[in-house]
């Protein structure tokens, strides 16, 4: 069965500090990983995917198959990056998602 | 991606009685899901919406508490019958535009049963 794991619920960090929100999944074939934002009372929506390779408002995500990690990254992390952060897993892409419980990170002034 | 419109945005029901909740898309979709994210936890699906035949359910859920219709590839809905407290959630539509295309959310529906 698969299984996406944030071992984080709350993350609290500085303006400006580093940030990095841990995601672990359990699958036993080749998944996609997803990591979703949800902002204060805005819809969920889609930050990373693996396979895109890309950062997004300097947040990157590196897929290590060997830990079983895609763990959430930015160099410097600003007062609006403030939100819930949800890692996703799927078999492919457009198919059904499994989430994570979540890691809502508060960056302080 | 695709513009997702959720009808109702919230909801007080009472128990015992059943909710429609609605999703539309301004375009066609391949995937449709519906997801329940109750208070405090983290999106569980609910069931794949299936164009022109019957959902297929997650484990836990049946057709008979939560019956889906998806007449064609823009629209669904999700039905939440013979409410009780336990039901209170947020109920989310998700679409996936084409093959390998990753999902897009809607708004969500805050339903509380009283």
């Known amino acids: 069965a698969q299984r996406v794991t944030q071992p984080e619920k709350l993350l609290s960090v500085f303006k400006g500090a580093p940030v990095e929100l841990k995601c672990n999944y359990s699958?036993?074939?080749?998944?996609?990983l997803f990591w979703y934002v949800q902002y204060s009372r805005q819809r969920l929506q889609l930050l990373l995917r693996?396979?895109s390779r890309e950062s997004i408002k300097g947040f990157t995500a590196d897929l290590n198959k060997g830990e079983t990690s895609f763990h959430l990254k930015k160099p410097f992390a600003q007062e609006e990056d403030s939100a819930m952060y949800y890692c996703?897993?799927?078999?492919?892409?457009?198919?059904?998602?499994?989430f994570g419980e979540g890691t809502q990170l508060t960056v302080n002034p | 991606s695709a513009v997702i419109s959720q009808k109702p945005s919230r909801d007080i029901c009472q128990r015992g009685t059943s909710l429609t909740i609605q999703c539309q898309v301004d375009?066609?979709?391949?995937?449709m899901f519906w997801y329940r994210q109750q208070p405090g936890q983290s999106l569980t699906l609910i069931a794949t919406?299936?164009?022109?035949?019957?959902?297929?359910?997650e484990s836990g859920f049946v057709i008979d508490k939560f019956p889906i219709s998806r007449p064609n590839l823009t629209f669904s809905t999700l039905t939440v019958s013979n409410m009780s407290p336990e039901d209170s959630s947020i109920y989310l539509c998700?679409?996936?535009?084409?093959?390998?295309?990753?999902?897009?959310f809607g708004n969500g529906t805050r339903l509380t049963v009283t």
């Open positions: 998700s679409v996936a535009i084409e093959i390998n295309s990753p999902l897009h």
């Open positions: 699958y036993s074939g080749s998944p996609e």
């Open positions: 693996h396979i």
């Open positions: 996703a897993l799927s078999e492919t892409s457009g198919s059904r998602l499994t």
């Open positions: 375009s066609q979709v391949t995937m």
């Open positions: 919406a299936n164009q022109g035949s019957e959902a297929t359910y």
